[in-house]
């Protein structure tokens, strides 16, 4: 047998170190060749690290949310064969002793032992009925909690099974045997006593505190929205817009089928009102390098587009928009959204933005303050639509409302020209067949 030490691989052009986001095994797992051993990341995009070989874990490298140079090694394994490396026999046997330590463990459900012959025959203890037990012994004279928070119950492998199909929490069922240990009469017991205890629950002092620390993408999200905040003085612009015609346009454009185009939602139209918009005030899709003093004015128009996904927020980043027609950017939007849930967006697909939307779709509110995604210069947030009754002049009309919620860098963007960008893109938003118009 050899050992065989696995060093974190170059996971990227340029990258010198990532973070570990997550182990998959521990230390005496059997792992094959391509079992995932742990993820790491990288900027916003996140690796898997799979074994080269067949093996037995023996040591990890690295705790979750510390930063790993690459080449630095991050498992240890135990081989048939030589291995990668020379194991000295004097050398460092920590994880040999933590492996003999874990298997040389007491299992929780051993088999009793032979009892050796005693003296004097004892008498067997006669089972007592959970009805006959004592007053202190019997679960239905608690009122509370039975166990301390953190307190593990007792109880066989049927029982846990039992209580599981059940849905009965263990934890809340006090035993009778030995230790405290949970039988099946103490299940019974329980669910005969039905929801008083349960509401006596559900009403208990909670006093336990769960420490989460903060790694791979809600850390870097973290350090995004606060150095956006600390060095951003933000402006934000709320504006009431009529989409009742855009609605009723993009209804009739989804109903005309094509296997060529993608179902339009509000964001592609959104998205060709803003490079209109942008055509007129260049100076709103740019980059401000604030400690150099200067304002990168883009021609391309790339548009991020904030997502969440299961693992936080991602921006990525539609390129080009001023290149692409509504369809084009409905379905670049569908493609970038399926792959940041996925998790399979590439660093480009993340990164490169020069203006950004973010929505919440239905969740949308009436009105928020978006944080402009930093270097940028103005953040586009769209609130939900609602159905509000409008002055025509005469009457009162339900119309299809939705709000803008907009911010700017106020460094470089004044109020001025902040309310101009706006108002266009609700003139074209209210007025739809103008997106259409060059």
Do not use: C
């Not at 048939?80 to 046997?93: C, L, P, R, Y």
């Not at 934890?171 to 039988?183: D, E, H, K, N, T």
């Not at 179902?263 to 899709?285: D, G, H, S, W, Y």
């Amino acid at each position: 047998m050899g050992e065989h030490v696995i060093k974190l691989p170059d996971v990227g052009e340029g990258v010198a170190e990532a973070e570990l986001v997550e182990w998959h095994v521990k230390v005496g797992d059997l792992v094959r060749e391509d079992t995932v051993l742990a993820a790491v990341m990288t900027d916003k995009a996140t690796v898997e690290i799979p074994s080269p070989v067949d093996g037995e874990i023996l040591w990890l490298g690295a705790e979750i949310g510390d930063t790993v140079a690459i080449g630095s090694p991050i498992v240890r394994l135990k081989v048939a064969g030589e291995g990668n490396v020379k194991v000295e026999t004097g050398g460092d046997s920590a994880p040999k002793a933590e492996a003999l330590a874990k298997s040389a463990e007491p299992k929780a459900e051993a088999q009793p032992s032979t009892p050796k012959p005693a003296s004097k025959p004892a008498e067997a203890p006669a089972k007592v009925s959970p009805a006959a037990a004592p007053k202190a012994m019997r679960p239905a004279s608690i009122s509370g909690a039975p166990r301390a928070e953190g307190e593990k119950p007792l109880a066989s492998p049927a029982v846990r099974l039992r209580a599981k199909e059940a849905g009965i929490d263990l934890r809340q069922v006090l035993g009778s045997g030995p230790a405290g240990r949970i039988s099946h009469e103490d299940l019974d017991a329980f669910v005969a006593r039905g929801p008083q205890l349960a509401r006596a629950i559900g009403l208990a002092q909670k006093d336990g505190v769960e420490d989460i620390k903060v790694v791979g993408l809600r850390r870097k999200i973290a350090e995004k929205m606060s150095l956006a905040k600390s060095r951003i003085p933000h402006i934000t612009y709320v504006e009431e817009i009529d989409v009742t015609a855009l609605e009723e346009l993009r209804a009739t454009l989804n109903k005309e089928k094509r296997g060529d185009r993608p179902k339009l939602t509000l964001l592609p139209f959104l998205m060709r009102a803003m490079v209109k918009a942008i055509a007129e005030q260049p100076n709103l899709n740019a980059l401000f390098d604030d400690e150099a003093g200067v304002i990168h004015q883009h021609e391309g128009i790339h548009i991020g587009i904030a997502a969440q996904t299961p693992n936080g927020l991602v921006v990525p980043v539609v390129k080009h928009a001023e290149a692409r027609d509504l369809w084009d950017s409905a379905a670049e939007v569908n493609r970038l959204a399926d792959a940041a849930k996925a998790g399979t967006a590439s660093r480009e697909e993340l990164s490169g933005s020069t203006i950004t939307i973010t929505s919440l779709g239905a969740m949308g509110g009436v009105a928020t303050t978006p944080v402009i995604n930093y270097p940028e210069v103005a953040i586009v947030g769209v609130n939900k639509i609602m159905v509000r009754p409008v002055w025509d002049g005469t009457q009162f009309i339900p119309r299809k409302m939705m709000n803008l919620s907009s911010s700017f860098d106020h460094r470089v963007i004044d109020g001025w020209d902040a309310a101009v960008f706006v108002q266009r893109i609700r003139a074209l938003l209210e007025t739809p067949a103008l997106i259409f118009v060059d």
